[in-house]
């Protein structure tokens, strides 16, 4: 049973930084892609930035771009994303997504297991 628990959210100024950890277990996850989404009532499940876990390309939205960085760490079964600069149209629930496809998918529903999201707040 995959499961996949993100820690690390939090109250933060713009300009600041906070770095959120994705810890995978229940799966050898060398084949899946990693992607990090946020999300705000009413809105729609937005993709953030993504990477396969063996290494290779990393894949960013347009709005994190230069700010934010996705990484892993195989040793300690983790995937990051290192959020710096931040902004308060930042603020969301961040959720960190697997998924045992060919192609590392920028969209929600091409990942098959998700963690229960953390609270990232940018205030003014």
């Known amino acids: 049973q995959v499961q996949l628990v993100e820690s690390g959210g939090g109250l933060v100024q713009a300009g600041g930084s906070l770095r959120l950890a994705c810890v995978a277990s229940?799966?050898?996850?060398?084949?899946?892609?990693m992607g990090w989404f946020r999300q705000n009532p009413g809105n729609e499940r937005e993709f953030v930035a993504a990477m396969r876990w063996s290494g290779g390309s990393t894949y960013y939205a347009d709005s994190v771009k230069g700010r934010f960085t996705i990484s892993r760490d195989n040793a300690k079964n983790t995937v990051y994303l290192q959020m710096n600069s931040l902004k308060p149209e930042d603020t969301a629930v961040y959720y960190c997504a697997a998924a045992n496809r060919l192609r590392v998918g920028t969209r929600a529903n091409e990942y098959d297991y998700w963690g229960q999201g953390t609270q990232v707040t940018v205030s003014s």
């Open positions: 229940g799966r050898t996850f060398s084949s899946y892609g």
